[in-house]
């Protein structure tokens, strides 16, 4: 079975500061995809960026951007120019797509990230 | 486009009791899960629907938990009777996946907050 690991359960910043969330996983499947989620305080859940396992280049989307080691099995997310609205949770998850469709995903226990004014 | 839509919000109720949860996905997303979050945690998978149909509910305690998704649109998870460790969020999350090898991108819900006393 998949598991994810974030060893991080908060981290506090300044505002405009960068801050880089990591995370670890696990598996023996070669295609699968990555994903950070960030959750709000009492707000749903919306995807902050996504990365396919067969890609090389690292995904970006605007201030975030990640670190794909795939040897390593890792999967950090950089936050740059942070800004208030940040503050969240926020998890790490993966999805295998080795069998083709979709599938559920495999969180981490999520990181509360704080960004200080 | 609408949300995800969950109904009710919150739910207080005593072990033993049985409730239900309502989801009303993304207008067109064939594929549906059910997540569990428990307090201090990541969400876990208990249940996806392929249109009607369920591809995955390993994770699912079905001695208590039940789930349906009608007419592939809406669907209910129920818990019957409830036990103190299912106090959590449930969480509804829809995808578009069609006949595709590419996980696609899951929106959640705002959950439902179960306490169970």
């Known amino acids: 079975a998949q598991t994810v690991t974030q060893s991080q359960p908060e981290m506090s910043v300044q505002e405009a500061e960068t801050v880089t969330l990591s995370c670890t996983y696990d598996t023996s499947e070669s295609n699968y995809y990555l994903f950070w989620y960030k959750q709000p305080p009492s707000r749903q859940m919306i995807l902050v960026i996504r990365q396919e396992a067969y890609k090389q280049q690292n995904a970006t989307e605007n201030r975030f951007s990640v670190n794909f080691q795939k040897a390593a099995k890792s999967f950090s997310l950089k936050i740059s120019d942070s800004q208030l609205g940040d503050t969240a949770m926020y998890f790490c998850?993966?999805?295998?797509?080795?069998?083709?469709?979709?599938?559920?995903?495999?969180f981490g226990k999520g990181t509360h990230l704080i960004i200080q004014p | 486009e609408a949300g995800v839509a969950q109904s009710p919000r919150y739910k207080i109720i005593e072990k033993r009791q049985s409730v239900a949860f309502w989801c009303n996905p993304i207008s067109g997303h064939a594929t549906l899960y059910w997540y569990q979050q428990i307090l201090g945690q990541g969400p876990k998978l208990l249940i996806q629907f392929q249109n009607n149909g369920v591809v995955d509910d390993s994770q699912l305690p079905k001695d208590r938990f039940s789930a349906e998704r009608l007419k592939g649109v809406d669907s209910t998870l129920k818990i019957q009777p409830a036990k103190l460790e299912d106090s959590a969020v449930y969480l509804c999350?829809?995808?578009?996946?069609?006949?595709?090898?590419?996980?696609?991108?899951?929106?959640f819900g705002p959950g439902t907050r179960l306490l169970v006393l």
């Open positions: 999350a829809s995808s578009l996946n069609g006949p595709t090898f590419f996980p696609e991108t899951q929106y």
């Open positions: 998850a993966y999805e295998d797509s080795s069998g083709g469709g979709a599938d559920g995903l495999t």
